[in-house]
């Protein structure tokens, strides 16, 4: 019996092995993080990954889900970014990176945030997510929901700084896969990138004075986020992001050794994935793509636009044509604003769709009289009766 089971033993051992050499031999280079992921932004595609699943502590990599919240509470027009928030005893008690908030000292919003996002500080982090949730533990609700909502399958948070837990017990938990989609969750408030894409600023008047803990904002071209992180459990973790002739890419590092090595790793895998992808501008900015009718409108059509240039990336070696697909409705309904979402428009490589963005009203229309909405009818009708 002892015999067989040093058998299986050996074969387990020969298994496992055998699988650490195929991750490694999968990634182009070597990586001395335990876990990293890239990925392309627009498409969520992985390009490079080794144990992008393993769950790790994040350390301040936590508190891009407190930029994601508080930029999800400015939107739904639930806070605004001009309003003050008063720092409480408990946020000002945060040890760790910290901007020295005092107990009643007031911040506007986008003040704190910048200090999450530059320095990462966690009183501004705690005093922000008292603001939103009324307390600290019901924010750290809100973020786990919210992780829920994302499919973070390896996160959890106990609290919003990423610190361990004063008195042990288990502490905030993630992947560095679960990051790269919170990282791409992030980057639909773009906001944020001149927080974390700023090297040197400062609060209180100029009396703060305030540098990036990302290095690579300042040394690597593109580059303008998201989140470093560091503690002796965790280790140094980052997750960047950089954009090149309109590539964005998506790198996380988790536990690497050092902060060189870190930064280091980071650089590898955004060269690399530069290397391989390429964007191809489809349609301008402000192109008509077609017009719709309008009802009880001053005039009866509106032309629609692409409000941004668009883009399709693709890896280097792909050649397809780009198929451009508009969805018009046939009519719309004054009154409108200029650049309202009127249809949308599909860009399509080999079949496959890419990228889907809408389609905006190139002027406002407003609502006509009575009158002139009756004269409009009578038109249609009688238009359509001599065809």
């Known amino acids: 019996m002892r015999k067989i089971g040093q058998r299986i033993v050996v074969v387990f051992l020969f298994l496992f092995m055998l699988s650490v050499q195929r991750t490694l031999a999968a990634l182009p280079f070597n990586i001395q993080s335990v876990s990293t992921v890239l990925m392309e932004a627009s498409s969520g595609e992985i390009l490079v990954e080794k144990d992008s699943n393993k769950p790790l502590p994040p350390a301040s990599v936590t508190k891009m889900m407190v930029m994601l919240l508080v930029m999800e509470a400015v939107d739904n027009g639930e806070i605004k970014l001009t309003d003050k928030?008063?720092?409480?005893?408990e946020a000002c008690r945060m040890g760790g990176s910290q901007i020295w908030l005092e107990p009643g000292e007031e911040m506007t919003v986008e003040d704190l945030m910048k200090a999450v996002g530059i320095v990462s500080a966690n009183d501004a982090s705690v005093a922000l997510a008292e603001y939103i949730s009324g307390s600290h533990e019901e924010f750290v609700k809100l973020m786990n929901k919210r992780a829920q909502e994302l499919g973070l399958k390896n996160t959890t948070y106990v609290n919003a700084t990423g610190l361990e837990p004063d008195g042990g017990g288990p502490g905030n938990m993630t992947s560095a896969y679960d990051q790269a989609i919170l990282a791409r969750e992030l980057l639909k408030h773009p906001a944020v990138l001149k927080w974390t894409g700023t090297w040197i600023d400062s609060l209180r008047g100029g009396e703060s004075f305030l540098r990036n803990t990302n290095n690579l904002v300042r040394f690597y071209d593109g580059c303008d986020g998201l989140k470093t992180g560091y503690t002796s459990e965790a280790g140094y973790c980052l997750v960047a992001t950089a954009k090149r002739n309109g590539v964005r890419l998506i790198a996380v590092v988790m536990?690497?050794?050092?902060?060189?090595?870190r930064n280091n790793e980071i650089t590898k895998l955004f060269n690399y994935g530069f290397s391989q992808y390429k964007a191809l501008k489809v349609l301008n900015a402000g192109q008509v793509i077609g017009k719709t009718k309008v009802m009880k409108g001053r005039t009866s059509e509106v032309n629609l636009i692409i409000p941004e240039d668009l883009l399709?990336?693709?890896?280097r070696e792909v050649q397809s044509t780009p198929e451009v697909l508009a969805k018009i409705p046939p009519k719309v309904r004054a009154p409108l604003a200029k650049g309202?979402?009127?249809?949308?428009?599909?860009v399509k490589i080999d079949g496959e769709t890419k990228v889907t963005a809408a389609l905006v009203t190139e002027e406002a229309v407003e609502e006509s009289g009575f009158f002139r909405f009756l004269w409009q009818i009578t038109k249609n009708i009688l238009e359509g009766f001599f065809r």
Do not use: C, F, R
């Not at 928030?85 to 005893?89: F, M, T």
């Not at 399709?312 to 890896?315: S, T």
């Open 85 to 89: 928030v008063i720092a409480s005893p």
């Open 255 to 261: 536990k690497a050794p050092t902060s060189p090595v």
């Open 312 to 315: 399709v990336v693709l890896k």
């Open 340 to 346: 309202t979402p009127v249809g949308e428009v599909i």
